[in-house]
């Protein structure tokens, strides 16, 4: 069995921007942990505290940066310094709340996707927006592919939409869910997608040609009732596919068999993220329970 340290925060605020007060415990608010894999696990510090107005929904650290972006249900996505704490701008455009977020591998280009049904792509450099894309549906979640020329949205219709990074314009629409798409995630080389979604699967499409998604796994993931897959998540490798569900449990899979490797009973209420190390020694899962594991798969 994997090793696990949980982390459950309670902070005093230690950054809030002005002219804006929480109006929810402060016991929800984001917190950035301060944690060195390589030291081992041990009782993390909390490094800093960023308040939204309402209940915060998608968290992304840009790469090779300082900036943090988080999204909100009251239709802003907000970018922080992780390194003073200060605010940096406000990104508004969103009618409808923003539920998940994903940088370009640049850092410079970040997307946005949010329930009125668009996915908003924004210079993080000049705060300008770049791009909206209209989906069909509710955007529920958004991955850029590791190189950037693609961008997967899943959406609340059961379908994933695959965008081309550079023309904007769709490239397919994938059908093969029976129900809401919750998470899509890329394989580090870009050519496989993986999606998890309420119909209780974890599906994985090769996406390498431009004109269609081929299918190539259907994994009866998490039986059961209510057992909506709600987060997929590959290894550094390729080699595992994580998938986290609404009745706390998380599995590890064979990516290329569709095996399972290891099921973890790791939370009391529904995983919502799940996410490797950049080393894949590692293994972070968030839940509704109000905490975050870390679990050492090796």
């Not at 940088?103 to 909206?132: H, K, M, P, Q, Y």
């Not at 979640?141 to 994933?160: E, Q």
Request: aromatic residues 6%; positive net charge.
């Amino acid at each position: 069995m994997p090793q696990e340290h949980s982390y459950q925060q309670h902070p005093t605020p230690h950054q809030l921007p002005q002219q804006q007060t929480p109006t929810r415990p402060p016991d929800e608010g984001p917190t950035f942990w301060g944690v060195n894999p390589s030291q081992g696990i041990s009782q993390p510090t909390i490094a800093r505290t960023f308040y939204h107005s309402k209940t915060i929904k998608a968290v992304a650290f840009a790469p090779n940066s300082n900036v943090l972006a988080s999204g909100c249900k009251d239709t802003v996505v907000r970018l922080w310094d992780t390194a003073t704490g200060d605010p940096l701008s406000s990104l508004n455009g969103h009618e409808q709340a923003v539920d998940d977020l994903s940088f370009a591998r640049d850092g410079r280009v970040l997307a946005s996707a949010s329930e009125d049904a668009t996915v908003r792509l924004w210079d993080v450099r000049t705060n300008g927006s770049i791009n909206t894309l209209r989906t069909s549906s509710w955007a529920h979640w958004v991955a850029f592919s590791p190189d950037g020329t693609k961008l997967a949205v899943g959406l609340l219709n059961d379908k994933i939409q695959i965008w081309d990074g550079r023309s904007m314009a769709v490239l397919h629409t994938i059908k093969g869910h029976k129900s809401i798409v919750n998470s899509v995630a890329f394989s580090p080389e870009g050519r496989v997608l993986a999606s998890g979604s309420n119909d209780k699967t974890v599906r994985t499409w090769d996406v390498a040609a431009s004109s269609s998604a081929r299918p190539l796994l259907a994994i009866k993931a998490h039986p059961g009732m209510m057992n909506y897959v709600m987060a997929v998540a590959f290894s550094p490798d390729g080699q595992l596919l994580a998938s986290g569900s609404l009745d706390g449990n998380v599995k590890l899979w064979n990516a290329g068999s569709g095996t399972l490797v290891r099921a973890m009973n790791a939370h009391d209420k529904g995983v919502e993220s799940v996410a490797f190390s950049s080393d894949g020694r590692l293994l972070a899962t968030a839940s509704e329970d109000k905490k975050v594991k870390l679990w050492k798969l090796s």
